[in-house]
């Protein structure tokens, strides 16, 4: 599968969708997302968790909160540590409560993926039952599950990357047939990728690393990799001195890999000097740092 990545030149920009400034929350954990741009390879945190995200939006765990007056941060920062920064202030009153929570079993994954949901309810005030359930999985405004009781088994297979908003309706009856139901609404955001896009993000910070060594550009090639190996490689880059471009130019393409949503394992092909035509595999780690960033760990 063939991806476009925007160019590593592309302004960061965060657009935090959900919470509201001065929002209310009446629950004690909170669904973090919002719209992203910039280079494929930038990282999004929320109040100290790592979000899904590429290049068009982040998405969060569920965030544990305290009750009170607070401060959510959300921090974008790219592979050359260029940042961005949103804080939203909210205010959390989990006494109050919410008559309709929609939770799932994972915020994100590679597609396609299956996602559990769990649906709780509690009866508003006067309210008496629940008379009719609604859950449309992909915020299409098509509802996937339509019926008059919570359905014991809440799932839906996203087999397409995107970025999805499940939208649970549930509606309750006071058994007068003259008053109006009362229709309350939740929300959770699914946040899937491709495996196309995350390998190439992956091949795109070794690449990177590749030409900017090939540029003798030392210190912005130690930006691609885990600070904890940066001294030595700067010492031995530093060492191979003006041979460095040639160095840079036989490290081999990128073959095969597996990747998680924190870590992965590529493999670099070098030919093999006493075997014409074969290739040497030569294993990459990469990790998401702190920042969400994906840089190489080991090499």
């Keep these: ?17 959900s919470p509201t400034e001065g929002q209310i929350i009446p629950l004690d954990r909170l ?10 390879n930038t990282g999004v945190v929320v109040a100290g968790q790592l979000a899904w995200s590429n ?6 765990r569920p965030i544990v909160l305290t009750p009170g ?7 974008a920062t ?7 920064t949103v804080t939203r202030n909210i205010t959390v009153t989990p006494s109050i409560g919410a008559d309709v929570t929609l939770r799932a079993s994972q915020t994100g994954g590679y597609a396609p993926v299956g996602v559990q949901f769990q649906l709780a309810t509690r009866l508003p005030a006067l309210q008496t039952t629940i008379s009719r359930v609604q859950i449309d999985y992909q915020g299409d405004s098509v509802f996937d599950t339509d019926s008059t ?5 809440l799932s839906f ?11 649970a309706r549930v509606s309750f009856d006071d058994s007068n047939p003259v008053t109006p139901l009362v229709v309350k609404d939740a929300l959770y955001r699914i946040h899937d990728q491709t495996l196309a896009y995350a390998r190439q ?10 030409s900017r060594l090939a540029a003798s550009q030392i210190p912005l090639a130690l930006n691609s990799l885990n600070p904890s190996i940066r001294p030595r490689f700067q010492s031995m880059w530093t060492l191979i001195g003006n041979d460095l471009p040639n160095v840079a130019a036989k490290l081999g393409p990128i073959a095969t890999g597996q990747i998680s949503d924190v870590s992965a394992e590529l493999t670099m092909a070098l030919p093999d000097p006493d075997r014409p035509g074969a290739f040497l595999g030569y294993p990459l780690l990469f990790t998401r740092g702190d920042d969400g960033v994906w840089r190489i760990f080991k090499m």
Excluded: H, W
Excluded at 4 to 9: A, H
């Design 201 to 210: 993000t992956l091949c795109g910070v070794y690449f990177l690393t590749k």
């Design 1 to 17: 599968m063939f991806v476009v990545l925007p160019p590593e030149s592309t302004p960061v920009t965060l657009n935090v969708i």
């Design 157 to 167: 297979n996203y087999d397409t990357a995107g970025a999805y908003i499940a939208l």
């Design 69 to 75: 007056a607070q401060a959510i941060t959300v921090t």
């Design 55 to 60: 290049a068009s939006d982040f998405s969060s």
């Design 78 to 84: 790219t592979l050359d540590g260029l940042t961005q």
């Design 149 to 153: 009781a919570i359905p014991s088994n």
């Design 31 to 40: 669904q973090v997302y919002g719209r992203l741009t910039g280079p494929s």
